[in-house]
Structure formats: C-alpha cells, structure tokens
C-alpha cells in the first residue's frame, strides 16, 4: 500500500512537471481554471489507471501516455501542431532519457536494487526530469532576454539535488560513510528549509505587489473619474457664464410679468448648475480630492453621507500609491460597514498636514466588529481575498515611521493615522 502511494505521489509530481513546461513554452487556449484543473486530473487518473491496472504492456502504456499527453495539450494550447508534437517528444523523451540514466548509474554504482529501491529510484528520476526541464526552461528565459534570478537556480538545484541525496541516504546508496552522510543529509534538510522560507517571503512580495499593482490601477481610476467629473461641470459652468446676459434679461421678464414661482424655480435650477462643482473634497490636492470624492459618490449611492474637514496643502505632493492605499482603505472599511446600516450611516474625515506630516482620521457608527488575537477582521465572505488592505496600511505606516491607533468605543469605529515626512 506504501508503495502504491509514493509512486501515485511520483507520477502526480510528473503530471505538475509537464504542466509546468507547457505553461511556460505554449499558449494557452483556455483560461479557466476549472477547466484547466479538470483536464490536468482526467489526464492524471486515466494514465494512472491505464498504467497500473489495464495496460502491462510497457510499449503499449507508452503509446498511450504519448496519445494522452498529445490530445491534452492540443485541447488546452494553442500553438501550432509542430510545436505541440515537439513539445510532446520533448516531455516523454526527457523522462525516459532520465529514468535509463538513473538505471545504468544504479547498475555501475552497485547500488542496491530491490522492490523498495526502485520505487525510490522512480522518484528520484521524476526529480532529475524535474531539473532537466528547469533548466530547459532557464535557456527559453534567456532566449526572450529576461536574466534569471537567484530565486530560479535555488529551484533547480538545491532544493531537487537536497531531495535526491536525502533519498539515496534512505536506500544506503550513498557515497560516503553513514555518519557522513547522514551530516550532510542533516544539513540538506536545514538548507531547504531555509531555501523554501526564501520562496515563501519572495512569494509574499509578489503578493503584495499585485495588491499595490490593483491599487494604482484604482487610482488612476479615481484621476480619471476626478478630471472627467471637472470638466463636465467647467464646461457646463462655461455655457452658463456665456449665456448670463439672456439669463437676466429672461428673469426680468419674469419680474415684470409678475410670474414669481416660475422665477423661483428658474432660479433653483441655476443655482443647482453652480453648486455642482462644490464636491466634498475641494482642496485642489488632486491626491486627496480625487480618492475622497470617488469614494463618497460611491457611498452616496448607498445613502451614506461624508463629512469632510480638510486642512491640506493645494500643491503638497505626496505619494500617490500610498495615499491611495491609507485612505482608500479606510474609507472602503467604512463603507462596507455602514452598507447595512439603516440610520445614522455617516462617515466623518478629518485629514490635517503639519508641515511635513500627515494626519488622517476616520470615524463611523459600528455594529458589530470581529477581532482575532488583537487583529480586526473583515466581514466579507470571501476573506481570503480581503483583510490585506489593513495590513498593508500598516506597513505604510511603517515605512514612514508614523503611528496608528484603532478604537471601538461607544458604538463608534475610530481609525487614526500619522504618517511622518509624507509631504514635499
């Protein structure tokens, strides 16, 4: 039964291989991960079951692996069927080429060689074939002119040739004598740790660097809703300021005609016109106005109300990734909160500078808040892509030596942040 499953392991191993390969060297046809999963797993247990249980016969079950192998790669890429039968070859000729490698080396060496043994030596194969199509893959890199990067040779080699000497420890097929090897093995393990905590924090980054990505994208969002929003209302107030004189000469007409209700409403129609453009946020801060005004038409949809006091330089310039990322933030927390709320769904902004320094405060109405080991967390469903927001505020924070501080008191939500040097 042991057995069974470290070759089920292997094989599944070998299936992530190709997958891999193909990702990186041919198109994509389909991008639906549903679908993607689903083809990659039938492949999978169809070849499995053919293997071990239908097929004994080893040219039959490779006619059938290279048949298996071909049609799923022709459904799921696009490429030309040159590329996809070479693609083909490639694959199947690598992992053969390896496995009768590891065999003439197992036989020269003496190794021992047993029903235990092979089932480790088949894995040991799929983590050569594994190096061999990094490394592949490493040149087609190179070919479209991007440097590999440290991360991609720790891949190829330390974590692959650490796993490999571990298990020729396990079957006594090591160079050196136990004690020896048995350091050395013990260090393989600490340096994969090591190596995988490296992948790990570099796989964080990249998180947080899409995350960053999304709230550019978002902010450049708020520039364009910002200035379209200006130049509607400039334009309109432009006409207006055009057509004043026959504006007057009308409403005198309704002054001597003595029609004064329509005067009234001819003139609460103009002075609709002029204070459009008295948004919430007016400081002229593009960075502030921008994301404050969005956010509160976004809100006012909702029957949420912004309260805005500013004190806020006209050309302070500031970060514009992490202003976005503060105060966005913020305010969406507030937002999501009251957006169930009946009554009282007010959201009061304090934003101040002090010379270089910024302050941001947000207060809302709560009704109920979820904490864990001190942390806030989001009422969303789907939290795994929410509550990072928090996170990186902090970070924020951090980068600019500055402090924040949360409280939930007397029913009320309050979020203050200081951020140091902030403003040029």
């Known amino acids: 039964m042991g057995l069974t499953v470290l070759l089920m392991t292997a094989e599944f191993f070998t299936t992530i291989i190709q997958r891999i390969f193909c990702e990186n060297t041919l198109t994509r046809r389909i991008n639906k991960p549903a679908v993607d999963i689903g083809i990659w797993g039938g492949y999978y247990v169809c070849i499995n079951i053919m293997t071990y249980y239908v097929l004994h016969n080893i040219w039959f079950n490779m006619l059938f692996s290279l048949a298996a192998f ?60 594994f190096c061999v199509i990094k490394i592949v ?98 334009e309109e107030l432009r006409n207006f300021r055009h057509d ?20 009234e409403r001819y003139c609460n129609e103009n002075l609709k016109l002029i204070t459009r453009g008295n948004l919430v946020s007016n400081t002229g801060n593009i960075y502030i106005d921008s994301i404050i005004n969005y956010k509160a038409e976004y809100a006012s949809q909702m029957g949420i109300e912004f309260e805005v006091k500013e004190n806020i330089p006209k050309d302070g310039e500031m970060n514009a990734e992490d202003i976005c990322i503060c105060l966005g933030n913020l305010l969406d927390n507030a937002i999501e909160e009251l957006a ?69 008191e007397n029913g009320l939500f309050d979020v203050a942040v200081l951020l140091y040097d902030f403003i040029h």
């Not at 083909?88 to 235990?116: A, H, K, R, S």
């Not at 026959?246 to 004064?260: A, C, F, H, T, V």
């Not at 942390?375 to 600019?400: F, P, W």
């Open 70 to 129: 071909f049609l799923v790669v022709r459904v799921l890429y696009s490429n030309s069927l040159k590329s996809v039968l070479f693609v083909t070859f490639f694959i199947y000729l690598t992992g053969m080429g390896t496995e009768v490698l590891l065999f003439f080396l197992v036989q020269y060496l003496e190794w021992p060689l047993n029903e235990d043994t092979e089932t480790v030596y088949a894995i040991i194969s799929r983590i050569i074939c």
């Open 340 to 408: 169930g709320h009946s009554a009282g769904k007010k959201i009061d902004v304090k934003i101040r500078a002090d010379g270089t320094n910024l302050f941001i405060n947000i207060v809302n109405p709560y009704r109920t808040v979820r904490k864990e080991k001190g942390k806030y967390l989001t009422h969303k469903a789907d939290s795994s892509n929410h509550g990072l927001g928090l996170i990186i505020v902090r970070q924020i924070v951090e980068k600019y030596n500055g402090q924040i501080e949360i409280h939930d």
């Open 137 to 234: 893959l490493l040149v087609v890199k190179k070919k479209r002119n991007v440097e590999p990067d440290l991360q991609d040779w720790l891949e190829v080699f330390v974590v692959p040739a650490g796993s490999i000497w571990i298990l020729l420890t396990l079957v006594k097929a090591e160079p050196f004598s136990e004690q020896a090897s048995s350091f050395v093995a013990s260090a393989i393990i600490l340096l994969i740790n090591i190596v995988t905590y490296y992948l790990y924090e570099r796989s964080k980054e990249a998180e947080e660097k899409r995350i960053r990505e999304k709230v550019l994208e978002k902010q450049c969002e708020y520039y364009i809703r910002q200035n379209k929003e200006s130049q509607k209302w400039w």
């Open 244 to 263: 004043i004189k026959q504006r007057y000469l009308l409403e005198k007409m309704l002054i001597d005609s003595g029609k004064y209700s329509e005067l």
